[in-house]
């Protein structure tokens, strides 16, 4: 998840966008709040995937974004309540974006072989993938990757089901001519926050209260939605579930709202 907290960066009103990570899909407004908390597996020390499960049951959380099919996951999420963003992984993107038949046995096997017992809402196609550094290779795959996997769907009669999308802000800056040609002919779309959150600990603003206050006001920017649209609640992810020891930097591994042994850090609820 891209940082404010490193030496090299100055925190900006731009970086905070940045750190929005806007989903850009095709959705229905909403009466009411829609929060969601992602779903990351980057720890040695995390519980098993039905117990995640239970712990978003039991905490009221009904939206869950995974970055790749996790089929324990998947899995687990069976006959649930719980809507679900699917990632598709940034490795796979070259594979789908040059074959269609590769997004066909893609999604066969993570969508058609869990839907409607998973309620997959969305696909979200790559993450992260910017222009410029370590993800520069996966940009040209994007676009591609999309329309192969929408035609998939299409061809399963699913197109107004599950939704499609890219997730990454800087993305957008080197697609978005080519990326609004298709969207245009197929939606009507707005923003989604996929990924949002506040570290608590590892770096430079990182502290439990500054986390604290940002999660709190991120919830009542929800349910009350944007100055321009105040009228429609937002849906959001929250980044993230657990703080994951395997992440890095330091700082990546403490934007959880819980910690592995699934007790809170925070107080707020989500009912």
Not at 115 to 125: G, L
Not at 145 to 167: C, E, H, P, T, W
Not at 233 to 257: C, R, V, W
């Amino acid at each position: 998840m891209p940082s404010l907290f490193t030496p090299s960066k100055t925190f900006s009103l731009p970086t905070l966008l940045l750190l929005l990570q806007l989903f850009t899909i095709n959705l229905r407004s909403a009466a009411d709040a829609q929060i969601g908390v992602c779903y990351g597996t980057m720890g040695d020390n995390l519980p098993s995937a039905s117990e995640v499960v239970s712990l978003y049951i039991s905490n009221n959380i009904n939206r869950m974004r995974i970055y790749h099919p996790n089929q324990d996951a998947l899995n687990a999420l069976r006959s649930s309540s719980i809507e679900l963003i699917l990632g598709v992984a940034n490795p796979d993107l070259q594979g789908l974006a040059t074959s269609a038949d590769n997004a066909i046995q893609w999604v066969q096997t993570n969508v058609l072989n869990y839907w409607p017992s998973v309620k997959i809402k969305y696909i979200a196609v790559g993450n992260e993938v910017s222009p410029v550094g370590g993800s520069s290779q996966y940009t040209q795959y994007v676009l591609p990757a999309i329309q192969n996997i929408y035609q998939a769907i299409r061809a399963q009669s699913l197109r107004d089901q599950i939704k499609y999308g890219m997730v990454n802000t800087d993305t957008r800056i080197c697609l978005m001519q080519c990326w609004i040609r298709f969207m245009l002919q197929l939606v009507m779309w707005r923003f989604v926050v996929s990924e949002s959150g506040w570290p608590s600990d590892g770096g430079f603003a990182a502290t439990y209260d500054n986390a604290d206050t940002y999660l709190d006001n991120l919830i009542l920017r929800a349910k009350s939605g944007s100055p321009r649209r105040p009228s429609k609640s937002t849906e959001i992810y929250i980044f993230a579930m657990f703080d994951e020891n395997q992440k890095s930097p330091e700082i990546e591994k403490h934007f959880g709202l819980f910690f592995p042994n699934k007790q809170e850090k925070y107080p707020f609820g989500f009912s």
